[in-house]
């Protein structure tokens, strides 16, 4: 149905935190629930993991190989592989748990308006940690820092025991905070490691002692990063390996894997987000910018709502075969082949972009957005959007997406006002972003200070003019926000433009999808595949949904748009950023003068391509017309990408590359014969609000 309020098992956690005692709360009586169900002599202490670390065969194995190597006393290599264990190991201390948890409790109840959990998984959960044997993942999507935080306030909410939470080492090094962290249930882990034997033989063998002798869970983000364009990234493979290596020696009968959704409203970091996908770098993480970060607590309900949707558990047995665990009894140094890892990483990531819940303002960005290109001298009244916003909800749940709405409406509803309060209570979080002026007209307001640049000297990429800046900010802002709809509107939006405007054969479209799927299959974490004919089904599956709905048709053995091109229209514009920053990083990949080189490194094309993509923003040129091109995320995918292809080549040392010139050719000719429908206006040319105080429309 789509609604939130149908979806009845969805709980606000916070509602009953408002009505009672929060020192009484967290103080409460508790047995937490071990989703891990092991005899006492199974069971293990801290102490006892490291001791169980440090007397594995293959770490002392790997210890006397090191020292030998290193011509160095083996006591040596023992201290170091002490220190590596001690700064790795996590805690699990329940006094400090409900501490943080009454200070989490005051920040979340101050910050957000409700925290809505579909109460019924965690109850179907819980029932099934009862009874089984088997060890759980919790495996959430990764949107900001607070993830992790607000997955353990979830737990500590249901009486559920806090997992072991693999955590980066930027944390451990910040003061006191990451001492706290550990005793909560944090275990840190070093970002790269694959040169260091000895820590990833350590590390290796503590995760897998996790999984066999910890009653608690592990938790872990498998896109590895936070995405700070808000959409599913491409997964991690390393952490979940060494997990499914457990599996596969028969420590546990199974794993289950908890894929969880969050969803944000506004998330703390997004104006952070926007300037990082530009190529200014985050502070770095330390106590003192933590201490600094509370100036969120200024406005109360300033980041709106979070939902969280815990999706079903995903048994790791099923992706393993008797082969596999045949092949390791007959070789314990057997690994398991990289295709069922990535089988498995993939089902996580698809089960987080099916249980994405959208949020009011992220149709009401996509509708922006649309409205600025399409009809920029026609801006948004509040009857207009209004009018428009019900629309693309039920566009929207053709594809099988999920609104939160506080209210209940549907288009039938003759009496708009549940609808426009709506509206305006999504604005209301981001009142520094998008408003309705003083006419009641909804503008874009001036979000970049210069002096934010100015103090970041390290940019990653080319450093963007002023004039620049100024637009880019507040559109990629807003990008970010349109960006979840698109776990739901990438496939038809790939569809309609390998289609086209005009008429095109059956065929030739198919293959403009290929093209497509491919070099975009990195920036929206689809798996690649050489097998056309799980792609036809793809193609075939989305098509269907297009010609049920009239938005397309086929006549004479070709395709045709339909003459409502609203739809299209809008499919085309969501898309149209992606497909010029992979155009633009092609070309300068092609024209790259190799007489001075023979090789190019990231670095240099990433500096490259922006520099391009701005000056074709600044001159209105045909490819990069819309802010979202400069992303710097988004030419690294597209390079990624291209290595994965294999028209990047690695040449002789880390980093440095060849292009297959002939490959590339053949790429942006069929770049260049895509039927693309550019819009009418232009960001460049958009009036943006000074950063004044707001005035609010009125129903």
Same mark, same amino acid.
């Given at each position: 149905?789509?609604?939130?309020?149908?979806?009845?098992?969805?709980?606000?956690?916070?509602?009953?935190?408002?009505?009672?005692?929060?020192?009484?709360?967290?103080?409460?009586?508790?047995?937490?629930? &071990?989703?891990?169900?092991?005899?006492?002599?199974?069971?293990?202490?801290?102490?006892?993991?490291?001791?169980?670390?440090?007397?594995?065969?293959?770490?002392?194995?790997?210890?006397?190989?090191?020292?030998?190597?290193?011509?160095?006393?083996?006591?040596? %290599?023992?201290?170091?592989?002490?220190?590596?264990?001690?700064?790795?190991?996590?805690?699990?201390?329940?006094?400090?748990?409900?501490?943080?948890?009454?200070?989490?409790?005051?920040?979340?109840?101050?910050?957000?308006?409700?925290?809505?959990?579909?109460?019924?998984?965690?109850?179907?959960?819980?029932?099934?940690?009862?009874?089984?044997?088997?060890?759980?993942?919790?495996?959430?999507?990764?949107?900001?820092?607070?993830?992790?935080?607000?997955?353990?306030?979830?737990?500590?909410?249901?009486?559920?025991?806090?997992?072991?939470?693999?955590?980066?080492?930027?944390?451990?090094?910040?003061?006191?905070?990451?001492?706290?962290?550990?005793?909560?249930?944090?275990?840190?882990? $070093?970002?790269?490691?694959?040169?260091?034997?000895?820590?990833?033989?350590?590390?290796?063998?503590?995760?897998?002692?996790?999984?066999?002798?910890?009653?608690?869970?592990?938790?872990?983000?498998?896109?590895?990063?936070?995405?700070?364009?808000?959409?599913?990234?491409?997964?991690?493979?390393?952490?979940?390996?060494?997990?499914?290596?457990?599996?596969?020696?028969?420590?546990?009968?199974?794993?289950?894997?908890?894929?969880?959704?969050?969803?944000?409203?506004?998330?703390?970091?997004?104006?952070?987000?926007?300037?990082?996908?530009?190529?200014?770098?985050?502070?770095?993480? &330390?106590?003192?910018?933590?201490?600094?970060?509370?100036?969120?607590?200024?406005?109360?309900?300033?980041?709106?709502?979070?939902?969280?949707?815990?999706?079903?558990?995903?048994?790791?047995?099923?992706?393993?075969?008797?082969?596999?665990?045949?092949?390791?009894?007959?070789?314990?140094?057997?690994?398991?082949?990289?295709?069922?890892?990535?089988?498995?990483?993939?089902?996580?990531?698809?089960?987080?972009?099916?249980?994405?819940?959208?949020?009011?303002?992220?149709?009401?960005?996509? =509708?922006?957005?649309?409205? &600025?290109?399409?009809?920029?001298?026609?801006?948004?009244?509040?009857?207009?959007?209004?009018?428009?916003?019900?629309?693309?909800?039920?566009?929207?749940?053709?594809?099988?997406?999920?609104?939160?709405?506080?209210?209940?409406?549907?288009?039938?509803?003759?009496?708009?006002?549940?609808?426009?309060?709506?509206?305006?209570?999504?604005?209301?979080?981001?009142?520094?972003?998008?408003?309705?002026?003083?006419?009641?007209?909804? $503008?874009?307001?001036?979000?970049?200070?210069?002096?934010?640049?100015?103090?970041?000297?390290?940019?990653?990429?080319?450093?963007?003019?002023?004039?620049?800046?100024?637009?880019?900010?507040?559109?990629?802002?807003? &990008?970010?926000?349109?960006?979840?709809?698109?776990?739901?509107?990438?496939?038809?939006?790939?569809?309609?433009?390998?289609?086209?405007?005009?008429?095109?054969?059956?065929?030739?479209?198919?293959?403009?999808?290929?093209?497509? $799927?491919?070099?975009?299959?990195?920036?929206?974490?689809?798996?690649?595949?050489?097998?056309?004919?799980?792609?036809?089904?793809?193609?075939?599956?989305?098509?269907?949904?297009?010609?049920?709905?009239?938005?397309?048709?086929?006549?004479?053995?070709?395709?045709?748009?339909?003459?409502?091109?609203?739809?299209?229209?809008?499919?085309?514009?969501?898309?149209?950023?992606?497909?010029?920053?992979?155009?633009?990083?092609? =070309?300068?990949?092609?024209?790259?003068?190799?007489?001075?080189?023979?090789?190019?490194?990231?670095?240099?094309?990433? %500096?490259?391509?922006?520099?391009?993509?701005?000056?074709?923003?600044?001159?209105?040129?045909?490819?990069?017309?819309?802010?979202?091109?400069?992303?710097?995320?988004?030419?690294?995918?597209?390079?990624?990408?291209?290595?994965?292809?294999?028209?990047?080549?690695?040449?002789?040392?880390?980093?440095?590359?060849?292009?297959?010139?002939?490959?590339?050719?053949?790429?942006?000719?069929?770049?260049?014969?895509?039927?693309?429908? $550019?819009?009418?206006?232009?960001?460049?040319?958009?009036?943006?609000?000074?950063?004044?105080?707001?005035?609010?429309?009125?129903?």
């Amino acid at each position: 149905m789509g609604k939130m309020e149908q979806c009845t098992e969805f709980v606000d956690l916070l509602l009953a935190r408002r009505k009672d005692c929060d020192i009484l709360w967290v103080s409460r009586s508790m047995n937490p629930l &071990s989703p891990h169900k092991l005899p006492p002599e199974s069971k293990y202490s801290r102490n006892e993991m490291i001791q169980m670390v440090l007397n594995d065969e293959k770490v002392k194995s790997t210890i006397i190989s090191l020292a030998a190597m290193y011509q160095t006393d083996i006591k040596n %290599i023992i201290k170091e592989a002490h220190k590596i264990i001690n700064e790795m190991a996590s805690k699990a201390h329940l006094t400090t748990v409900r501490w943080i948890g009454l200070i989490i409790t005051k920040v979340l109840k101050r910050i957000f308006v409700s925290i809505y959990i579909n109460e019924n998984a965690i109850y179907r959960m819980k029932k099934e940690m009862q009874i089984s044997q088997v060890q759980y993942v919790y495996a959430p999507s990764h949107r900001s820092y607070l993830d992790f935080i607000l997955l353990s306030y979830i737990l500590f909410s249901y009486d559920m025991a806090l997992p072991n939470i693999a955590s980066g080492m930027d944390f451990y090094q910040m003061n006191i905070i990451g001492e706290l962290l550990r005793k909560t249930g944090a275990f840190y882990m $070093r970002r790269s490691f694959l040169n260091d034997l000895l820590y990833k033989r350590i590390f290796s063998k503590y995760v897998m002692s996790l999984v066999k002798h910890s009653d608690r869970a592990i938790e872990f983000f498998i896109e590895g990063t936070r995405s700070r364009s808000l959409k599913s990234i491409v997964p991690k493979f390393g952490l979940l390996s060494t997990i499914l290596e457990s599996l596969l020696e028969g420590s546990v009968p199974d794993i289950y894997f908890v894929p969880i959704s969050i969803n944000y409203e506004r998330p703390p970091e997004e104006l952070l987000f926007a300037y990082e996908l530009l190529g200014i770098p985050k502070p770095k993480e &330390s106590t003192a910018g933590l201490l600094q970060s509370l100036s969120i607590l200024q406005k109360s309900y300033a980041y709106g709502c979070i939902v969280c949707n815990i999706g079903e558990p995903i048994s790791a047995c099923q992706f393993l075969s008797m082969e596999h665990r045949k092949a390791k009894v007959l070789s314990p140094y057997a690994k398991l082949p990289t295709s069922v890892i990535k089988k498995l990483a993939y089902c996580i990531i698809d089960s987080h972009k099916k249980n994405t819940i959208l949020m009011p303002f992220n149709l009401v960005a996509l =509708l922006f957005n649309e409205r &600025s290109q399409t009809y920029p001298d026609n801006p948004y009244t509040l009857n207009d959007l209004v009018s428009d916003y019900l629309w693309c909800t039920n566009f929207l749940q053709v594809f099988n997406a999920t609104i939160h709405t506080r209210k209940s409406f549907d288009r039938h509803d003759q009496n708009v006002n549940n609808v426009k309060q709506e509206i305006l209570d999504s604005l209301k979080p981001h009142e520094e972003l998008l408003v309705f002026d003083a006419s009641k007209i909804l $503008r874009l307001k001036e979000r970049h200070r210069t002096t934010k640049l100015k103090s970041n000297i390290r940019v990653k990429g080319h450093t963007l003019l002023e004039r620049t800046m100024r637009v880019a900010i507040p559109v990629i802002n807003i &990008s970010i926000y349109l960006n979840p709809t698109l776990s739901f509107l990438i496939k038809p939006a790939v569809v309609t433009v390998a289609i086209g405007i005009g008429q095109i054969e059956l065929g030739i479209a198919f293959k403009r999808y290929m093209l497509l $799927r491919m070099l975009l299959s990195t920036e929206f974490a689809m798996p690649l595949t050489e097998n056309e004919s799980v792609i036809k089904s793809e193609w075939e599956e989305t098509l269907n949904l297009l010609l049920k709905q009239d938005y397309i048709s086929i006549h004479s053995n070709t395709y045709v748009q339909s003459k409502d091109t609203k739809v299209c229209s809008l499919l085309y514009n969501v898309i149209l950023p992606f497909i010029d920053t992979i155009y633009v990083t092609c =070309l300068v990949l092609f024209e790259w003068d190799e007489t001075k080189l023979n090789y190019i490194t990231i670095q240099a094309v990433l %500096i490259e391509t922006q520099k391009q993509i701005e000056k074709a923003f600044l001159e209105e040129s045909q490819w990069g017309q819309h802010p979202y091109s400069l992303s710097i995320d988004l030419v690294n995918t597209t390079i990624c990408n291209l290595i994965t292809q294999g028209i990047l080549i690695p040449y002789e040392k880390q980093h440095k590359y060849q292009v297959d010139k002939v490959k590339m050719t053949q790429i942006l000719t069929q770049l260049q014969s895509l039927s693309l429908k $550019r819009p009418l206006g232009l960001y460049l040319n958009t009036v943006l609000l000074p950063m004044l105080p707001i005035v609010s429309a009125k129903l």
